[in-house]
């Protein structure tokens, strides 16, 4: 069983920045691949970014390219999201997933995910 922990959600203002954390406990990051996901009112989950078992691979949703930037530390089991000039579009229920193998988008594909993380952008 993995278990997975987000922290850092928040409330701020438009073009602020939050960074993301989640630690995972009962296997190492190592060979998996993570994923963020997030899911606003009436909306379906949608794919944020992911990151390579290695950490070289990194891949984006268009909606973020060029503001978030996913990053993992193998030694800390831990993978982040810097998320910067936040827009209140992005208010959302932020969760990390990880998956044995390569990269996905789909987030059915998934295997284990955290309880969530709340970010709450204002205009």
């Known amino acids: 069983q993995v278990q997975l922990v987000e922290s850092g959600g928040g409330l701020v203002q438009a073009g602020d920045s939050l960074r993301l954390s989640c630690a995972a406990s009962?296997?190492?990051?190592?060979?998996?691949?993570l994923g963020w996901f997030r899911q606003a009112p009436g909306k379906e989950r949608e794919f944020v970014a992911a990151i390579s078992w290695s950490g070289r691979g990194t891949y984006y949703a268009d909606s973020v390219q060029g503001r978030f930037t996913i990053s993992r530390d193998n030694a800390k089991n831990t993978v982040y999201l810097q998320m910067n000039s936040l827009k209140p579009e992005d208010t959302a229920i932020y969760y990390c997933a990880v998956r044995s193998g390569v990269v996905v988008r789909q987030s059915d594909q998934y295997d284990y995910w955290g309880q969530g993380t709340q970010v709450t952008v204002s205009s």
């Open positions: 009962g296997r190492t990051f190592s060979s998996y691949a």
